[in-house]
């Protein structure tokens, strides 16, 4: 069965430090989502990516993030100067076609511990 | 942000009888209302959905009940079963792609 696949599984770094999660969504899919769930609390959305842009973002999803789909197949998440609140686990997502609902495919996730 | 409400944090239920999992809304303008199903160090899996313009949906063990009026939706399990153990999250889907979750219930299936 298809899956999406999120390196590293684990990530621990220091304030201040840059940061790359990197995704591997099913290979038909179109739409491509981060989601990150600060322990304990709800899933969060943070932006959607379709036809190589930012279709969507959060205010969670300030200057010190960005997307890109480098080479047709990695989808990354990129925090430039970490906080210590970014300490989350971090969910990519793919879907194939936006009319159906829920056919919303994550990745185990990353967690990523700022210290 | 408070959207979209699980107000029950944990919920026990024994095994062979019916679970009941509550979701409450204020959003009308969320068009599609999901459950996904999280294992520990797993990512959300889906598990059924149901448009904004139907009640009830049903699939094998699971139904999801929509209450338009009353901005609630429910998810029923049964019977159910040890390996239903799992945190459950709410969702409702605004625009074509964006997800909002509740914060989860913690189901727990007891033999």
């Known amino acids: 069965e298809p899956e999406v696949t999120q390196t590293p599984s684990h990530q621990v770094t220091q304030m201040g430090q840059e940061v790359i999660l990197r995704c591997v969504p099913i290979?038909?899919?179109?739409?491509f989502y981060w989601y990150r769930q600060i322990l304990g609390q709800k899933v969060e959305f943070l932006v959607s990516?379709?036809?190589?842009?930012?279709?969507?973002k959060s205010e969670i999803f300030d200057d010190q993030f960005s997307v890109e789909r480098p080479d047709g197949s990695n989808f990354t998440l990129k925090i430039r100067s970490t906080k210590l609140e970014d300490s989350a686990m971090y969910f990519c997502a793919s879907l194939q076609t936006s009319g159906r609902a829920g056919e919303l495919f994550f990745g185990e996730g990353s967690r990523l511990t700022v210290l | 942000d408070q959207q979209v409400k699980q107000n029950s944090p944990s919920l026990s239920v024994q095994e062979g009888r019916i679970s009941i999992l509550n979701c409450d809304y204020t959003?009308?303008?969320?068009?599609?209302f999901l459950w996904y199903k999280k294992y520990p160090a797993e990512g959300p899996t889906f598990l059924i959905s149901?448009?904004?313009?139907?009640d009830k949906n049903e699939d094998g063990r699971f139904t999801v009940f929509l209450n338009k009026s009353a901005k609630h939706l429910s998810l029923h399990i049964v019977p159910s079963q040890p390996g239903d153990s799992a945190v459950y999250f709410c969702a409702a889907r605004i625009g074509a792609q964006k997800l909002v979750f509740g914060q989860g219930t913690r189901l727990t299936i007891n033999p």
């Open positions: 290979s038909n899919h179109l739409y």
């Open positions: 959003n009308s303008m969320f068009d599609y």
């Open positions: 990516f379709y036809n190589n842009e930012i279709s969507e």
């Open positions: 149901i448009s904004s313009i139907k």
